[in-house]
């Protein structure tokens, strides 16, 4: 099969090619059967072809297949925004507008806090990823290959470090940093908001310090700056809650949301405070594509799914299977090349590196190849790709999760 009229500046991490997938496993063109630890990079939460999500996809594609919601609202728009604000765990009155994905929901973020405070300045953090689209490519914190070639970006963008236990940035480090930033690069005063990934998924599964997350949102407070909880990768159970924010005992005024927010149908939200997105004039937001009533259907589905002992009972099998299996890799040196585990719940990261702690992005690159000819699929992650994302559905099969990491325990001490 001729892949030549496909653009080569997309990146491939398994030159494999697909047929189909039942849960946490897929099947390739050749027949072969892959376990699945990608899930389409976090959005298949339920797994591939989830029969509730299909089910719901079928009935909706026999009644109404699109229609524009700003040119005539439909049902499952309006039954499924009043589904999604109640799932939303915070106290103040929610309201939201659906998108096409995660990253035109950042997009949209970022109009609604310029209209609601008149500034236009944003800070965002080291090793962010928030999309790959113009205004997004500025907010993620790291250069290659998202800004390579690119050139000018829409700003203004600043940067801090992210503080997490997963990475050695420590609270003091990341608010020493904060007040140096105000002091020297820009007024607090011209600031809209900071926007920050509770846990981090391209920069390697690490989970925010608590305390910076509550002494961000005190500060935000006190200098009227909005907060944005990028929940496109966490949410949707991927830690063991709804939402990872609510680990950090706070609550943003906006959440992006997008991956498993819809079974696998393309489909991202921007919901919030009430008073924030409802500001912009009449048409400010919108769009042709935004809230297709098949995308809302399936995540109509998959909010039937998502229930608060659902995903704290898969996130809990999950976490600590992994958390066995690597303590177990620990104790009998599997390989020199293990290090840290990273993240929370069922959103874990394993990282690869050398004796003296460097990344070891090679042995990673080794690791992918080995896994996936015994049957594995695995997806990099972290600054020099050298961080191991572990993404299986939150539904996997125990037995099927087993296998997975028994195929990792095999191909972890061939490591060279």
Known sequence: MSRETISQSISIVHPISLSHGRNAEVWDTTGKRFIDFVGGIGVLNLGHCHPRVVEAIRDQATRLTHY????APHAP????????????????????????????AAENALKIVRGATGRTAIIAFDGAFHGRTLATLNLNGKVAPYKQKVGVLPGPVFHLPYPSRDNGVTCGEALKAMDRLFSVEIDVDDVACFIIEPVQGEGGFLALDV????????????????LIADEIQSGFGRTGQRFAF?????EPDLILLGKSIAGGVPLGAVV??????????KGGLGGTYSGNPIAC?????????????HLQGWGTQQEEAIVSRYESWCSKRLSPYLGRLTGVGAMRGIELANADGSPAPQQLAQLLALAREAGLL??????SRHIIRLLAPLTIEAAVLEEGLDILEECLPKLA
């Not at 305390?211 to 909005?226: G, M, P, S, T, V």
């Open 297 to 309: 259907a399936a995540a109509l589905a998959t909010l039937d799914e998502m229930t608060d002992e």
């Open 68 to 71: 524009a919601f700003n040119a």
């Open 77 to 104: 728009y309006i039954e499924l925004m009043d589904r999604l604000t109640a799932f939303i765990p915070v106290d103040y009155p929610v309201s939201g507008m659906l998108t096409n994905s995660g990253a035109e």
């Open 246 to 250: 609510s680990r950090l005992g706070i």
């Open 272 to 281: 919030g405070r009430k008073t924030l997105l409802d500001n912009l004039p």
């Open 211 to 226: 305390e910076f997350a509550q002494a961000l949102r005190r500060f935000c407070d006190e200098k009227n700056i909005l």
């Open 378 to 383: 695995l997806m990099p992650s972290g600054k």
